[in-house]
Every structure is written in structure tokens, then in C-alpha cells.
């Protein structure tokens, strides 16, 4: 059977128009990857999604002319991470998490899903807590990171770490550092009023162990003591 776009079906027709389409869309027409954010550098695009990326996108415009892929750039990044001032030089494709973990060696926050499904990667940054695997460690230049690391006063544990202990708010502690980083955010954010509120704001981070009462029981008690 010939394959001409005249005698195709419709509803494959529609579907080939449908790819090259968002391969316009995407790409340009279609532009390489390199071009792609070279051209979005110098638009009100930039804009649109934030100061942040555009100042990414910017850096990676001017490594375009490079010989390697704008993908595989290394870019320098300043930041603090647990009241110490860091400098890398960081993959722009490498997650917060990965940076952490990999480059880092801070591995108290754990990768679970890596979807942000989960919260077992949850850290604080400027002090507000996110899902640490679908951030992009380039967009946090100058920021302020704190890890389950960086939450202990030398020997002595953060109130909510004390009370995760008490109350024995853990069983195999693979979600453990995301609950606690989420749970002093939460204490912050003042979503502590009531069971159901504690469990609402705190249900990004899953515990496949089901030591949720327990979560929740130290959540209170931190909260109390930190009144």
C-alpha cells in the first residue's frame, strides 16, 4: 500500500500533523536544543517563566559556541548549604537532590520516586521545603539550603528530631530526613492546629511503613515545645 499523505487514513493523517506540529512548537521548525535556548535568551520568554530560569538560559547562550552540547554545560554555582558557604561547578542538567548526593556527599535526603511523588527528598530552602529531585540545582545560585544534615546544633538534635525520636515517628527511616525537613516547615508555616491539618500539610511525604500517627504525634509535641 502506498504511504502518500493522500491516501492515508485520517486518523493517521491527523496524527502525522499532529507530530510535526510540536516538533514546530518545540523545536522551531525544527531548532536544535543549542538554538532553542540561544533564541530564548534574548526573548520576553525569559521573562514569562521567571528571572531564574532566564538567567540559566542566558548562561547556557553563552556557551552555545562551545563544541560540546549546550546540555552538557557546567556552569559555576554559588550557594550556602547548612550555614556553609559552597562554590561547583554543576551539570545544568543535575537535580538539587543529585548535587547533594553525588557531589556533595550529603546523602541524608533520599531519592524515592524521583517524580516528587514522595517527599523522601524534601529539604529547605530559604527556609521552605521542596521536593529536592525536580529542581534543578543551577536555578538556586545564592540561596540558602538546609538539609536533615544541617538541622542538629552539633550533639544536639532539633526539637523535632528529639520528638520523632520520643514518639518513635519512624520504622525503616528511608522517608525519615524528608518528614523531619517537612515537618519543622510545617511547624514554621503554623499548620499545626489540629490532627487533620497536620496530616494535610504534610501529606507530600509518604511513609510506606505507615508510622503516620506516630508523624503526626511528634509534630505536635515539637510544635508545643517550640511555642
Same mark, same amino acid.
Given at each position: 500500500?502506498s504511504?502518500?499523505?493522500?491516501?492515508?487514513?485520517? @486518523?493517521? %493523517?491527523?496524527?502525522?500533523s499532529?507530530?510535526?506540529?510540536?516538533?514546530?512548537?518545540? /523545536?522551531?521548525s525544527?531548532?536544535?536544543?543549542? %538554538? /532553542?535556548l540561544k533564541?530564548?535568551?534574548?526573548?520576553?520568554?525569559?521573562?514569562?517563566? !521567571?528571572?531564574?530560569l &532566564?538567567?540559566?538560559a542566558?548562561?547556557i547562550? @553563552?556557551?552555545?559556541? $562551545?563544541?560540546a552540547?549546550a546540555?552538557?554545560?557546567?556552569?559555576?554555582?554559588?550557594?550556602?548549604?547548612?550555614?556553609?558557604?559552597? $562554590?561547583?561547578?554543576? #551539570?545544568?542538567?543535575?537535580?538539587?537532590?543529585?548535587?547533594?548526593?553525588?557531589?556533595? *556527599?550529603?546523602t541524608g535526603?533520599?531519592? &524515592?520516586? #524521583? +517524580?516528587?511523588? =514522595? !517527599? $523522601?527528598?524534601?529539604?529547605?530552602?530559604?527556609?521552605?521545603?521542596i521536593?529536592? =529531585?525536580?529542581?534543578? $540545582?543551577?536555578? *538556586?545560585?545564592?540561596?540558602?539550603?538546609?538539609?536533615? @544534615?544541617?538541622l542538629?546544633?552539633?550533639?544536639q538534635? +532539633?526539637p523535632?528530631?528529639?520528638?520523632f525520636? @520520643?514518639h518513635? &515517628?519512624?520504622?525503616? &527511616?528511608? =522517608?525519615?530526613?524528608g518528614?523531619?525537613?517537612?515537618?519543622?516547615?510545617?511547624?514554621?508555616e503554623?499548620h499545626?492546629?489540629?490532627?487533620?491539618?497536620?496530616?494535610?500539610?504534610?501529606? !507530600?511525604n509518604? =511513609?510506606?511503613?505507615?508510622a503516620?500517627?506516630?508523624?503526626v504525634?511528634a509534630?505536635?509535641d515539637?510544635?508545643?515545645?517550640?511555642a
Amino acid at each position: 500500500m502506498s504511504s502518500s499523505g493522500d491516501e492515508l487514513p485520517d @486518523e493517521e %493523517r491527523t496524527l502525522r500533523s499532529s507530530i510535526a506540529l510540536d516538533e514546530i512548537l518545540i /523545536f522551531g521548525s525544527p531548532e536544535t536544543r543549542r %538554538r /532553542f535556548l540561544k533564541q530564548v535568551a534574548g526573548t520576553s520568554a525569559v521573562i514569562a517563566v !521567571g528571572p531564574r530560569l &532566564g538567567l540559566f538560559a542566558q548562561k547556557i547562550s @553563552e556557551t552555545a559556541g $562551545a563544541s560540546a552540547p549546550a546540555s552538557t554545560a557546567k556552569l559555576p554555582l554559588q550557594l550556602k548549604i547548612n550555614g556553609k558557604d559552597v $562554590a561547583v561547578e554543576v #551539570d545544568t542538567r543535575t537535580t538539587l537532590l543529585d548535587l547533594l548526593r553525588e557531589d556533595l *556527599h550529603l546523602t541524608g535526603s533520599k531519592k &524515592g520516586c #524521583d +517524580h516528587g511523588q =514522595c !517527599g $523522601a527528598c524534601t529539604v529547605l530552602v530559604n527556609g521552605r521545603r521542596i521536593n529536592s =529531585c525536580l529542581s534543578l $540545582a543551577i536555578v *538556586h545560585e545564592g540561596d540558602e539550603v538546609t538539609t536533615i @544534615e544541617g538541622l542538629a546544633n552539633g550533639e544536639q538534635l +532539633h526539637p523535632v528530631q528529639a520528638a520523632f525520636v @520520643e514518639h518513635d &515517628g519512624f520504622q525503616c &527511616g528511608y =522517608c525519615t530526613p524528608g518528614q523531619i525537613c517537612s515537618a519543622v516547615a510545617c511547624i514554621k508555616e503554623g499548620h499545626v492546629k489540629s490532627d487533620d491539618e497536620i496530616r494535610e500539610w504534610m501529606s !507530600g511525604n509518604l =511513609c510506606r511503613c505507615g508510622a503516620y500517627p506516630n508523624i503526626v504525634d511528634a509534630i505536635k509535641d515539637a510544635a508545643a515545645k517550640s511555642a
